[in-house]
């Protein structure tokens, strides 16, 4: 058998790396602070890609490409921006043994690059919107470095759009919002909670930030993607000016949407369990593996046109992954596990004189005989299933651990023991935000879109509270 996992109640991040490196999604590499994703992590991500493309271009965004390098100049055109980002630049100051002019910034993100681009190719109103979409990896040096949730290079797609009006950016930054949250619910089978970040958690240079925040095995919150309204803040500093309707020349307005790798971390995480990792079934690299058992070539003959059968019947509706590695079946059984693999068929030649196959289902271990005729219609069945199943089942965990509190001394009791969601009444004030953070290690995570009238007083300074917040500590 391979070796054990650790227990993740007793360590969970050491949990969360040896899943990470046990089920092959990736590995330490000789650059500090980046990793390698393994081809398993890989297609995992391809899958999720695909996914969150789709739905990019469906609400009528289209795919381009811009410089990785981005002059320095241009990064310090607007000034709360660059001051977010400039502790974790990488910055390339030499071509071959040529010191350049000008340091040029590795991207760490495309907003100076694409607005200064956006100026060019805007200059009347029938220019507008603009909406493209780039995926692409981005540096940031970061100090402590964790798989997929912090790596100095990590993969993503950015949106950045163009707006005539306020109304239709902010449309627009909402749109996105929704796409997340409609894309981590339905392929991540992880529930998510809609939000506006608060003045001190924004993304720098923002007017406001809206996020989709999930919660994690252990409890603390991963942001899961965000989309940022930019006023005409971003226009003004590159430039971006049109004609208008009526004749008057006016600045446009911009938003920017992200979602990251960090989201194959927060699967992991959201889904997890002591064995490893668990995928829902839209996302999995394969839906099924089929462990095929023989003692002898003539057994093997027979489990072998069985399952070329199983394959042809399923082909381009489930993906499938044969395991004839020379490995013994329970050895298989348990790799599958680690790495998640929604549905396990096993097949051996008693299976086969009865016409039959065992499903085993990595969520819930149920095990099922299925005959063989029924296998198209019954496995997509079970594979939906599954993806459902764990989706109530996160939301289950995320309802038992959120927490409607009334003061700050709730959250410092219970959290040590109880981390989770706290609601709280807050009266929109950063100092009673950073209250709650220095006694409680909780952040606040949003403001929710929805479901936040608790009422009451400031969990802080017990004023007038308008407003619900959502705090937790957080990845
Ligand atoms: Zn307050």
């Known amino acids: 058998m391979p070796d054990q996992i650790t227990d993740l109640t007793d360590d969970y991040s050491r949990w969360y790396n040896e899943v990470i490196e046990k089920a092959q999604l990736a590995d330490h590499s000789p650059v500090r602070g980046c990793m390698v994703i393994r081809p398993y992590g890989y297609a995992l991500w391809e899958n999720m890609q695909a996914h969150l493309d789709a739905r990019i271009k469906a609400t009528g965004h289209?795919?381009?490409?811009?410089?990785?390098?981005?002059?320095?100049?241009?990064?310090?055109?607007?000034?709360?921006?660059?001051?977010?980002?400039?502790?974790?630049?990488?910055?390339v100051t030499h071509g071959g043994q040529e010191e350049l002019h000008e340091r040029l910034a590795v991207r760490p993100t495309s907003e100076a690059i694409i607005l200064s681009m956006y100026a060019k190719w805007v200059q009347s109103w029938r220019d507008l919107p603009i909406l493209i979409n780039q995926w692409a990896n981005v540096v940031r040096w970061e100090k402590r470095t964790y798989y997929f949730l912090r790596t100095t290079e990590f993969l993503w797609q950015e949106g950045h759009t163009v707006h005539r009006t306020q109304d239709e950016a902010m449309e627009e930054v909402?749109?996105?919002?929704?796409?997340?949250?409609?894309?981590?619910?339905?392929?991540?089978?992880?529930?998510?909670?809609?939000?506006?970040?608060?003045?001190?958690?924004?993304?720098?240079?923002?007017?406001?930030?809206?996020?989709?925040?999930?919660?994690?095995?252990?409890?603390?919150?991963?942001?899961?993607?965000?989309?940022h309204f930019f006023g005409q803040q971003f226009a003004r500093a590159f430039n971006i000016e049109f004609l208008d309707v009526d004749g008057e020349r006016r600045h446009a307005w911009t938003t920017s949407w992200g979602a990251s790798t960090r989201l194959v971390g927060g699967l992991l995480m959201t889904h997890?369990?002591?064995?490893?990792?668990?995928?829902?079934?839209?996302?999995?690299?394969?839906?099924?593996?089929?462990?095929?058992?023989?003692?002898?070539?003539?057994?093997?003959?027979?489990?072998?046109?069985?399952?070329?059968?199983?394959?042809?019947?399923?082909?381009?509706?489930?993906?499938?992954y044969v395991d004839w590695s020379d490995k013994t079946p329970g050895w298989k059984f348990n790799e599958w596990e680690v790495k998640g693999a929604p549905l396990r068929l096993e097949i051996g030649p008693r299976d086969v004189a009865q016409g039959q196959v065992v499903a085993v289902r990595r969520d819930t271990r149920a095990k099922e005989a299925i005959s063989m005729s029924t296998i198209p219609d019954r496995l997509p069945d079970l594979l939906d299933e599954i993806q459902h199943a764990l989706y109530n089942a996160a939301l289950a965990f995320r309802e038992a651990h959120t927490h409607h509190v009334r003061s700050i001394d709730e959250i410092a009791d219970l959290i040590e023991t109880e981390r989770g969601f706290y609601w709280a009444p807050w009266c929109g004030s950063a100092t009673c935000e950073e209250q709650v953070r220095a006694r409680t290690g909780a952040t606040l995570r949003c403001i929710p879109l929805e479901g936040g009238d608790e009422g009451g007083s400031c969990i802080a300074c017990q004023g007038p509270a308008p407003q619900t917040a959502i705090f937790a500590r957080s990845y």
């Not at 100049?73 to 910055?91: C, D, I, K, R, T």
């Not at 668990?278 to 399952?307: C, M, S, W």
Request: proline content about 6%; some cysteine; aromatic content about 8%.
């Open 174 to 227: 909402l749109r996105m919002l929704d796409v997340y949250r409609d894309f981590a619910e339905t392929e991540l089978a992880m529930p998510v909670i809609t939000g506006r970040k608060s003045e001190a958690e924004k993304f720098a240079g923002a007017a406001s930030t809206f996020t989709v925040e999930a919660m994690m095995g252990d409890g603390k919150a991963l942001q899961a993607g965000t989309s």
């Open 62 to 91: 289209l795919n381009a490409y811009f410089p990785l390098f981005i002059p320095e100049s241009l990064l310090q055109s607007e000034a709360e921006h660059v001051a977010g980002f400039n502790p974790e630049v990488a910055w």
């Open 272 to 320: 997890g369990d002591a064995d490893g990792l668990k995928l829902p079934p839209h996302v999995a690299p394969y839906q099924v593996v089929i462990v095929p058992i023989f003692r002898n070539e003539e057994d093997r003959e027979g489990v072998h046109t069985a399952i070329e059968s199983i394959l042809a019947s399923l082909r381009g509706r489930v993906r499938c």
